[in-house]
């Protein structure tokens, strides 16, 4: 069990983003000793940097499984084609090559240096982007299913784009798992998306890290002694 949880903090970025227009701060914590959660931080070409965040149906040796498959998936790709349609239909495959019945909800975006960037969102919770001085985000909801779903309904393939939005100096990115705002305390109350995004419009001023140390420190309050049910990630990227 510890040289599975070791092998699967490997698979997550040694270091965070430290660029002249972006820099991050991310966490990763599995319900238990492995889990289905994933992200990773790559570069492109043309000053590029991608950000990818998964989070593999359940938790546990399969789910890890598929998401040390798709740190692989994205790894052979990325080199032949980042762009965001043909890495999520990468994806797709590597899923619906899976035998059993899993999905993974995720978000893939690229950011440029030309203030703008692209993302296409499968099922995952929507990323909020807070503008300039603005307290309320703007909610990049998903566009997609889960990935992996269609092959157990009768929807056809998802034909995947990307969408784009403009970023400015100051502006503020979060990407998360469900594992945060379906957290409960233990009155079986949930954390909730209102109180994460009131949380993160209250500190938006500090740096990506310690935002990040901010949202874990209030979900822990929050939980007091309850046990985690589901893997918690989150990524924090604010723009320079």
């Known amino acids: 069990m510890r040289l599975a949880a070791e092998v699967q903090q490997s698979l997550l ?3 965070e983003i430290s660029h002249p227009y972006v820099s991050s701060a991310g966490y990763c914590r599995p319900a238990n ?20 965040l998964g989070d593999v149906m359940g938790h546990g040796y399969h789910s890890a499984m598929v998401a040390a498959m798709t740190k692989s998936c994205l790894q ?9 349609p043909e890495v ?5 495959r590597v899923i619906e090559d899976s ?16 203030n703008r960037f692209e993302f296409a969102n499968a099922g995952h919770p929507q990323m909020l982007l807070y503008r300039g001085d603005n307290g309320d985000p703007l909610e990049l909801e998903s566009s997609f299913m889960p990935i992996g779903f269609s092959r157990f309904s009768e929807s ?19 990407l998360y798992s469900d594992g945060i705002t379906e957290a409960f305390n233990p009155d079986a109350e949930m954390y909730g998306l209102e109180r994460l995004k009131a949380l993160i419009s209250e500190k938006r001023h500090l740096s990506p890290l310690e935002i990040k140390a901010e949202i874990l420190s209030d979900l822990q309050a929050y939980q007091q002694d309850e046990s985690v049910n589901d893997d918690i990630t989150l990524v924090v990227a604010k723009f320079l």
Not at 34 to 43: N, Q
Not at 100 to 113: E, G, K, R, S, V
């Open 33 to 52: 000793s492995v889990g289905g959660d994933y992200y990773d931080y790559l570069c492109l070409s043309e000053n590029s940097i991608a950000i990818f």
């Open 99 to 114: 035998q059993t019945f899993i999905y993974m909800t995720c978000c893939y975006l690229i950011i440029h240096p030309d």
């Open 88 to 92: 999520m239909k990468a994806i797709t």
């Open 76 to 84: 052979t790709q990325i080199p032949f084609d980042a762009s965001v």
């Open 156 to 174: 056809e393939s998802e034909q995947y784009y990307s969408t784009e939005v403009g970023w400015h100096s100051g502006d503020l990115l979060v």
């Open 13 to 15: 970025p040694d270091q």
